[in-house]
């Protein structure tokens, strides 16, 4: 695929998106993967979303400028995508977090980012609303968390009532917590500082953009990093401490990830 197969994609994704600049090397790493074998080249290209599809491949190599084209194009549209879900502004704020995380943040080190996954067959504003759906629908079946004022200890806890999980919260319950104070100790300054900023100022990720000079998703893909790498240490500390399976480990940890909020800022208290 050279670049004059690209001019297409490129012409008009230069002329939709004023100021995004995507390497056509990287524009065809980037599509070769979605075209059918087989299929005429030109003709499969002529066939796809080209402007949407440019700039999934500026946001999916973190451009600022096609993150924030992104952002200032689609994400006001979140509100409307999951107003038969809940229209509260708390709750769709909390669904275009998601999305930035679920989008733009790769689920582990060396993976693509979700965006990549748009194949530029239907319009992008479509294929993002049935993303956000999703992502509605999971945090309104997801158990609510409640934080008890008198309980400053992270705890294991369960949505419902399960002997099996019982039994693993009295049996490694005190591991747990030694385990999650000793991770959250392996954090360096900036990774602490920026928790903080979170969980205890409350503050959200344009106002922590605003305090580091950097872009929203920029701080999405640092909080997400720094939750994954309390997640796997957790689990490493875990593992040496527990006489256990690594079933019963990876259960434990089952419960740290869906408590993973609440115990850090009960750890972070001052």
Known sequence: MTERDLATVIQRGERRWPGVKVDAAALAAHVRPLLPEGAPLLASLEALHA?????????????????????????????????????????????????????????????????????????????????????????????????????????????????????????YGQEFRAAFRATLDTLS??????????????????????AYHVHRATVARWLAAARERILEETRRQLADRLDAGSDDVDSVLALVRSQLDVSIYKLLKP
């Open 51 to 171: 402007e949407d599809l440019y700039l999934a491949c500026g946001c999916a190599l973190a451009d600022d400028k096609a993150l924030k084209a992104f952002e200032a194009e689609f994400l006001p549209q979140v509100g409307d995508y999951v107003s038969q879900i809940d229209r509260d502004p708390v709750f769709v704020d909390e669904v275009r977090q998601r999305l930035r995380e679920r989008l733009f943040v790769p689920a582990e080190a060396g993976a693509r980012p979700r965006i990549c996954e748009y194949t530029g067959r239907g319009a992008l504003g479509a294929w993002l609303r049935v993303v956000a759906v999703r992502v509605a629908l999971n945090l309104r079946r997801r158990a609510k968390v409640t934080v008890s004022a008198e309980d400053d200890e992270p705890a294991l806890r369960s949505p419902a009532p399960d002997p099996e999980v019982d039994y693993l919260k009295t049996r």
């Open 189 to 210: 300054r900036d990774e602490r500082n920026l928790l903080k900023l979170h969980y205890l100022e409350g503050l959200n990720i344009d106002e922590i953009g605003v």
